[in-house]
Nanobody, 121 residues
């Protein structure tokens, strides 16, 4: 079984910072792209940032210059450093990964359980 477990959410003031972590565990052979999505109340889930296995990042326009995604392949962990937070960043943040399980040849998509980020004005 493969699991993605997020941590690091919470409450921050506008202009503040939070760092999210997501660790993948289980019977893992390799991990392709990993990313962070978010879903605010009444809105669709949207991509925040993603990073390839080689470390190439991409960002939603709304977070460019404020958020930084990184990963530690040895720890099967992806991070999201969120700076200059705004109230509109308030959402549940979900970790996502394309993971190839041991004994398999094709990646499957896995999701974490989500972590709440609330930014007060």
């Amino acid at each position: 079984q493969v699991q993605l477990v997020e941590s690091g959410g919470g409450l921050a003031q506008a202009g503040g910072s939070l760092r999210l972590s997501c660790a993948a565990s289980g019977s893992i052979s390799s991990i392709n792209s990993m990313g962070w999505y978010r879903q605010a109340p009444g809105k669709q889930r949207e991509l925040v940032a993603a990073i390839t296995s080689g470390g190439s990042p991409k960002y939603a326009d709304s977070v460019k210059g404020r958020f930084t995604i990184s990963r530690d392949n040895a720890k099967n962990t992806v991070y999201l450093q969120m700076n200059s937070l705004k109230p509109e960043d308030t959402a549940v943040y979900y970790c996502n990964g394309g993971i190839i399980k041991r004994g398999s040849y094709f990646p499957q998509e896995y999701w974490g359980q989500g972590t709440q980020v609330t930014v007060s004005s």
